[in-house]
């Protein structure tokens, strides 16, 4: 049959073309035993990584996974950087808020939710009556990924189209009748009613307890999504559970950047995440191709041809292009609050494994294995003669590094060891695991929901194992809801929490903090900074807002300079309360005439 999920076509493999079929196998032979069951499990996890998480189907900004574009690039603590205005508009047009309808990740990202539902209602639907353990197993972990996929629909759509079964060729869906509040709420119940028959990770060494879902993972959701429904006692209690569990622990915090690198999977803190490199039936095209983030990997990097020499070279063994940014409000804030203050010695473990000042990145002081030139003459050079040599620097002088401050992104900078295996995969296939849910959120979730029911001594002791573990300076004696915010925007970069959160957040509470949030997502687009080298690029007349990284131009090699082409070029930018949630895709909306569209799209 030809199934329309909200819209999306596609074709199941029940279907029959006009010519005879020879050794086809139907549903009614198919869906039947232990053993078809896996297969469609298999099915499941394997569209649950290839269009959830993964890259889709290599077209476009598929190969730049659109998940993780739309959960971080709207963010406060984002810049979409890249090489210069337009370029890497996947990510750029969402992050000033300038798309007008639809930019392509949105329409990727909601197509692919509803091609990974599709596998799921297979499972569930032949084998919700399964009498084998295996099969209920199957049913439970289907109905997990499925509800992670509607809460994502859900946070970033409101009320779309609640497709719970395989539907009928001739079924046109509509928007759901749940408002977003039941829409968490079912999510949550959908969670807690698998979990009976799920399996537990055996331990919190367990590896393969991280890679698929668990009593642990529903659990975890579960109280998510109770929290995004504002009902904070049970999320607690779904919450306690996991850490009740004992399976899963804090790592210690020289460890705490191995959780984004290969040397991280499977490891005590991760709850569950995608599982690439380990999946034994991978090739590179049908497998590591699509289903990794395939040259993600050099998006990540930083902008190695603006340089003179790429600092990162022998660190990543890989160029970059540059697309992600940090503002420099969200590395000034990281720095004084996790090492005392700015330009210290000392340094957090998770400062170290977040972000890293331009001066560490090309003067070679980072202290970070790995973070030195390939070039032995550059790394004997002392610090002074560093500090003023043409042969490193940022050598572009029409763009310098575009959307970047004098902070630069560095906890998913890739390693080596992310890129290779003998060979196989090639050198820009990242193979490290994608995180979908780790303990720390876990323990930060359910920090907050204790502030929200009024047992404060439980959230500080929660949040200060978070800041004692980071290596953070500030080890809070008092623990509010916006110490709460500052904690889990530092912990949490980068790892698809920020906008969901800051859109609960200042829709709830609107407190000091979430009206500062909200006022940089307004401003987004109006002064986009310049990372210029005085080296390579003397200040010049028109510079706007030109700011110099140690205050004075005689203590600094560095500068910003701020620039506004999209406002230049008659774009409209910035957060409005439109954007609280995305529009359907017009795609969809040109299938579907019963989906009505989200206000002011």
């Known amino acids: 049959m030809i199934a329309l999920l909200a819209g999306v076509t596609l074709t199941s493999c029940e279907d029959k073309l006009d010519i005879e079929q020879k050794g086809s196998m139907t549903t009614e032979n198919f869906y039947k035993t232990d053993a078809d069951c896996q297969k469609a499990l298999a099915s499941a996890y394997e569209s649950f990584q290839l269009y959830t998480v993964g890259r889709g189907n290599g077209e476009g900004p598929g190969i730049y996974t659109p998940a993780r574009v739309l959960a971080n690039h709207p963010g406060d603590d984002i810049l979409y950087a890249s090489g210069n205005y337009g370029d890497h508009e996947w990510g750029g047009s969402v992050n000033e808020f300038r798309f007008r309808h639809t930019p392509e990740a949105i329409d990727f990202h909601y197509k692919f939710l509803y091609l990974s539902i599709y596998k799921d209602n297979l499972v569930i639907h032949y084998f ?11 049913v439970a972990e289907a109905q997990v990924l499925r509800a992670y996929n509607f809460f994502l629909l859900a946070c970033y759509w409101g009320q779309p189209p609640l497709v719970d079964d395989l539907l009928d060729p001739s079924t046109i869906p509509s928007n759901s009748e749940m408002t977003q509040q039941q829409y968490f709420e079912w ?20 590896k393969n307890g991280a890679y698929r879902v668990t009593k642990g993972f529903a659990n975890a959701l579960a109280g998510k999504a109770w929290m995004f429904a504002g009902n904070f006692e049970q999320a607690k209690a779904d919450l306690k559970k996991v850490i009740d569990s004992g399976k899963y622990e804090l790592v210690p915090g020289s460890q705490f950047a191995n959780l984004f690198h290969v040397e991280g999977d499977g490891c005590p803190e991760k709850v569950f995440e995608v599982n690439f490199k380990y999946n034994p039936a991978a090739d590179w095209w049908n497998g590591v191709g699509i289903h990794s983030t395939w040259m993600e990997a050099n998006s990540m990097n930083w902008r190695a041809g603006n340089f003179k020499v790429n600092p990162a070279g022998k660190y990543c063994g890989i160029d970059g292009w540059g697309s992600i940014g940090l503002p420099e409000w969200y590395g000034v804030a990281f720095a004084k609050n996790d090492n005392g203050g700015e330009f210290v010695d000392y340094k957090s473990d998770r400062f170290k494994a977040t972000l890293m000042h331009i001066d560490d990145a090309v003067y070679g002081t980072s202290g970070i294995e790995g973070m030195v030139y390939v070039d032995p003459e550059i790394n004997a050079m002392t610090l002074e003669q560093k500090k003023t040599s043409d042969k490193i620097g940022i050598s572009d002088p029409a763009q310098g590094l575009y959307g970047n401050s004098f902070y630069l992104p560095f906890k998913h900078l890739i390693r080596v060891s992310d890129c290779t295996d003998g060979g196989m995969f090639g050198d820009n296939g990242r193979l490290n695991n994608i995180i979908i849910m780790r303990y720390a959120e876990v323990l930060l979730n359910y920090a907050e929901c ?20 980071a290596g953070s300076k500030t080890i809070s004696d008092n623990v509010d809801l916006i110490t709460l915010k500052k904690e889990k925007g530092f912990e949490l970069w980068f790892e698809n929490c920020r906008y969901q959160d800051v859109m609960r957040w200042s829709k709830l509470d609107n407190d000091a903090y979430d009206q500062e949030c909200i006022a940089r997502l307004k401003q987004a687009g109006s002064a986009v900074p310049h990372l210029f080298d005085k080296v390579f690029r003397k200040p010049q007349a028109g510079d706007e807002n030109l700011v110099w990284e140690h205050g004075t131009e005689a203590n600094s090699r560095f500068y910003i300079v701020h620039t506004h082409e999209a406002k230049d070029q008659g774009n409209e930018v910035g957060w409005q309360e439109k954007h609280r949630l995305f529009p359907y895709p017009q795609t969809i909306m040109d299938q579907n005439p019963n989906l009505v569209q989200n206000p002011g799209w």
């Open 450 to 469: 204790c502030l929200r029911t009024g047992d404060n001594a439980t959230a500080k002791t929660l949040v200060n194992q978070i800041q004692q573990r």
């Open 128 to 138: 919700k009556d399964g009498t084998t353990n295996l099969q209920k197993q199957a």
């Open 187 to 206: 999510v949550a119940k959908q969670c807690e009613d698998a979990v009976p028959n799920l399996t537990e990770r055996a331990s919190a060494s367990d």
